[in-house]
């Protein structure tokens, strides 16, 4: 046995109903197999996935509400607070934080904005690099004899 002798399974070797051809097809000249007049009887029609054969579809019955600015820019909270516990942690390092000692930290991930705000306390002197930070967050990190660094976005 070889490939030219395989031959299809019994279900494989039914041929299509040819329609169109005659009254003794049984699909013959009147409808065609296709019912009586509407729309899918026609020639070229072609359903689009979405269509619901009249009812209202699902994208104009959902309500719609809310914007989405697409220019809008996410930055990650940091606390005070919480430089201050990652420190008494030695997870960062002491006198100066760059944003790559928050992302090895994990405070922040790669290609994150990040933004320090000022809950919680701080006593020790840092420098630290952000994009931006609250008021509350640069007096805090100011009265402990720190200073901020901002790194353009």
Request: aromatic share 6%.
């Given at each position: 046995?070889?490939?030219?002798?395989?031959?299809?399974?019994?279900?494989?070797?039914?041929?299509?109903?040819?329609?169109?051809?005659?009254?003794?097809s049984?699909?013959g000249?009147?409808?065609?197999?296709?019912?009586?007049?509407?729309?899918?009887?026609r020639s070229?029609?072609k359903?689009?996935?979405?269509?619901?054969?009249?009812?209202?579809?699902?994208?104009?019955?959902?309500?719609?509400?809310g914007?989405?600015?697409?220019f809008?820019?996410?930055?990650?909270?940091?606390n005070?607070?919480?430089?201050?516990?990652f420190?008494?942690?030695?997870?960062?390092?002491d006198?100066?934080?760059?944003?790559?000692?928050?992302?090895?930290?994990?405070?922040?991930?790669?290609?994150d904005?990040?933004?320090?705000?000022?809950?919680?306390?701080i006593?020790?002197?840092?420098?630290?690099?952000?994009?931006?930070?609250?008021?509350?967050?640069?007096?805090?990190?100011?009265?402990?004899?720190?200073?901020?660094?901002?790194?353009?976005?």
């Open positions: 046995m070889d490939l030219s002798n395989l031959k299809a399974p019994e279900p494989n070797q039914k041929k299509a109903k040819r329609i169109g051809r005659g009254q003794g049984g699909r000249s009147h409808t065609v197999g296709k019912g009586h007049n509407g729309q899918r009887a070229g029609f359903e689009r996935f979405w269509f619901e054969g009249g009812q209202m579809p699902l994208q104009r019955r959902v309500p719609k509400w914007f989405n600015n697409r809008r820019r996410e930055y990650v909270a940091v005070v607070g919480t430089i201050d516990l420190l008494e942690a030695d997870k960062l390092e006198p100066s934080i760059s944003l790559e000692d928050l992302i090895e930290a994990g405070l922040a991930g790669k290609g904005l990040v933004k320090l705000l000022g809950d919680g306390e006593e020790t002197s840092i420098t630290i690099e952000v994009h931006k930070a609250s008021k509350s967050a640069r007096k805090k990190v100011e009265d402990a004899g720190g200073s901020i660094v901002f790194v353009e976005n």
